[in-house]
């Protein structure tokens, strides 16, 4: 058991780390302490932590090609899909304890605020993502996975789009985001990417040489 836990403690941190805002959610829910408009607060936890764990996510590949830390990408996985499961919270808390499940009153909501539009097509975008999250359907989609799974930086983009449009007045938590994003997009470019491990790769050389002697 030690020896497990050993193993996979980083594991063990990310489930207990994505789980403890919804523990705290559902403490605050039942304690009475959701603020005086609880639906708002629900919904605006729910969405900011999908979107912390989206990013968390998003950053294993930089993390992994520009550090020494090649674990963190079996994090890759289990942080997907708690960003999806958080998605879904938020979804539930608009669909059900805000409009009641009241299908005709939240068509017509979607219809009048764009906010919603963009959220809902990003959900529906993280679908296949999460179903084809297990390593059979990497085998079984090939290099289509990977084709597939790139379709993450959309919905990253439309989450933050969501968010601007939503708080309207003042962008700047969600364009930090958005910037945050931006750049780990970036790192990923493989122009970027060769530049920047060469630059790793040298001073690693230079060290390696032995000095010469008088």
């Given at each position: 058991m030690v020896r497990q836990i050993k193993?996979?403690?980083l594991r063990y941190l990310v489930h207990v780390g994505c789980l403890v805002p919804?523990?705290?959610?559902i403490f605050d829910y039942l304690t009475d302490q959701l603020t005086v408009n609880p639906i708002q607060a629900a919904t605006l936890r729910t969405g900011k932590t999908a979107l912390v764990i989206l990013v968390?996510?998003?950053a294993c590949t930089p993390i992994k090609i520009f550090t020494p830390f090649k674990q963190v990408t079996v994090l890759r996985r289990?942080?997907?899909l708690y960003a999806f499961f958080y998605v879904c919270l938020h979804l539930?808390?608009?669909?059900g304890w805000d409009y009641g499940f009241d299908w005709e009153f939240i068509s017509e909501a979607?219809?009048?605020k764009r906010y919603m539009i963009v959220g809902l097509v990003a959900w529906l975008l993280l679908i296949p993502l999460a179903i084809t999250s297990t390593k059979g359907w990497m085998r079984r989609l090939g290099k289509r996975w990977r084709l597939l799974h790139r379709l993450v930086y959309l919905i990253a983009g439309l989450a933050i789009l969501h968010y601007v449009w939503l708080v309207k007045a003042d962008v700047r938590e969600p364009l930090a985001y958005g910037a945050a994003i931006s750049l780990l997009l970036l790192l990923r470019l493989p122009v970027l990417r060769r530049w920047l491990t060469k630059r790793q790769i040298q001073p690693a050389k230079q060290a390696e040489r032995p000095?010469?002697?008088a």
């Open positions: 193993h996979h403690w919804f523990g705290l959610l968390l996510s998003l289990p942080l997907g539930l808390i608009f669909v979607i219809s009048e000095t010469e002697t």
